[in-house]
């Protein structure tokens, strides 16, 4: 069984901010692989279902970002599972917008919600870093990650939640790469090559019309 972890905020507030770009990726595989309905748990919200060989929760902490390892952890000790079976979907501002890392283990890189989960189940779990590109200074990142994504980002954004729910089963089976080829097959599909053109041959001579004349005529022809 495998605990997939959507960070975000609670609220139609937060619903469209770069920070609860989590609670978009898990909606979505919810939606597109018929997950259970959403009910109230371990201060959360959880939605039971399959992906690939097994069964699959999807957990998007209700505690607010700062708190999210208490949800977290509360889910992980009632189904007893380890840190080894939790993936976490999180914005990454160190990543372009729309692009995707794989990452085990390893730091919170100043990230709240991920700071969070360290302190109540330890850094050996996964994560999958989802790129909202970086405001340019560090005093606008508050303001940046709680406001909403533009309009003009739509396109990727609907893009990547596409590619994510694809490649969910692979992730959810432990084929990283898998899942990574899923999201790169919906954000840069390949180009169709254009068709060849039909070889043109030059129109056949016709043939001469049938000389059906006697050898008399003929002559009389010539000299004629």
């Known amino acids: 069984m495998k605990l997939f972890v959507g960070l975000g905020n609670p609220g139609p507030k ?30 959360g919200a959880m939605a039971e279902g399959r992906l690939g060989r097994g069964k699959v929760l999807l957990l998007k902490p209700e505690t607010f970002m700062n708190l999210s390892g208490q949800s977290v952890g509360e889910a992980m000790r009632f189904y007893k599972l380890t840190p080894a079976d939790v993936i976490v979907f999180h914005d990454e501002l160190d990543l372009a917008p729309g692009k995707v890392r794989l990452k085990q283990g390893g730091g919170h890189a100043g990230h709240n919600g991920l700071r969070s989960i360290h302190q109540h189940i330890g850094a050996e779990y996964a994560r999958v870093r989802l790129g909202i590109g970086h405001p340019g200074h560090k005093d606008a990142v508050s303001g940046y990650v709680l406001r909403d994504f533009a309009k003009a980002e739509q396109v990727w954004l609907d ?38 053109k039909a070889e043109t041959r030059p129109p ?8 059906t004349r006697s050898p008399l005529q003929k002559l009389m022809d010539k000299f004629s």
């Open 14 to 43: 937060y619903a469209g901010n770069r920070h609860n770009i989590g609670f978009m990726a898990l909606d979505r595989i919810a939606e597109d692989h018929g997950f259970a309905p959403w009910r109230g748990k371990f201060q």
């Open 159 to 196: 893009d990547l939640m596409r590619g994510i729910s694809d490649g969910a089963p692979y992730l959810a089976d432990g084929d990283g790469a898998k899942f990574s080829n899923a999201i790169g097959l919906r954000m840069n599909p390949p180009r169709e090559k254009p068709a060849k």
């Open 204 to 211: 056949e001579p016709e043939a001469a019309p049938e000389d």
